[in-house]
């Protein structure tokens, strides 16, 4: 079972940063257990975590939820999601996942991020690691996206 001392930091960091970066404040849905660590969105941003924590954290949402978060964060209208788009959503992935760094270091817990990748497409298999994750859905003005927390203690 994944520990909550791994996932609150995650859902912190991405209220204050959404809020910040969007400019509106999420809203949280039920979590949900999810046993291997899958796509569900057509637009993933995967960030490893290492050290004395270790997994990854899925930013998952639609292309067109990824079109209005870029535009919001981009301040112009973004058609096609293309590599300007794709930029700006990696950094909200990575800007989340830097934050709930300091958290977890707050903590104890001494990990560090890899930079994001954009993964598109569902049902892709990110890990070989056998970590449960916990998915936390989240509602914004732009519309719907989920975290995965995949972690574990380092062994």
């Known amino acids: 079972m994944m520990k909550v001392e791994y996932i609150n930091p995650f859902v912190e960091a991405s209220f204050s940063v959404m809020e910040m970066v969007l400019g509106n404040r999420p809203?949280?849905?039920?979590?949900?257990?999810?046993?291997?660590?899958?796509?569900?969105?057509?637009?993933?941003?995967?960030?490893?975590?290492?050290?004395?924590?270790?997994?990854?954290?899925?930013?998952g949402m639609s292309l067109q939820v990824a079109d209005k978060i870029a535009t919001?964060?981009?301040?112009?209208?973004?058609?096609?999601?293309?590599?300007?788009?794709?930029?700006?959503i990696a950094e909200l992935g990575n800007m989340i996942s830097g934050n709930a760094?300091?958290?977890?270091s707050e903590a104890g817990f001494i990990c560090d991020i890899t930079p994001p990748t954009i993964i598109r497409g569902t049902n892709v298999k990110i890990s070989t690691l056998s970590i449960p994750a916990i998915v936390i859905p989240i509602t914004l003005e732009q519309g719907?996206?989920?975290?995965?927390?995949?972690?574990?203690?380092?062994?």
């Open 27 to 59: 809203v949280k849905g039920n979590l949900a257990m999810q046993p291997a660590t899958f796509t569900s969105q057509q637009c993933n941003v995967v960030c490893g975590v290492t050290g004395q924590v270790q997994g990854q954290v899925i930013y």
């Open 72 to 88: 919001t964060m981009l301040g112009q209208p973004i058609k096609v999601f293309d590599q300007l788009a794709a930029s700006a």
């Open 101 to 104: 760094m300091s958290k977890l």
């Open 144 to 155: 719907e996206l989920s975290i995965t927390v995949g972690l574990q203690g380092r062994k």
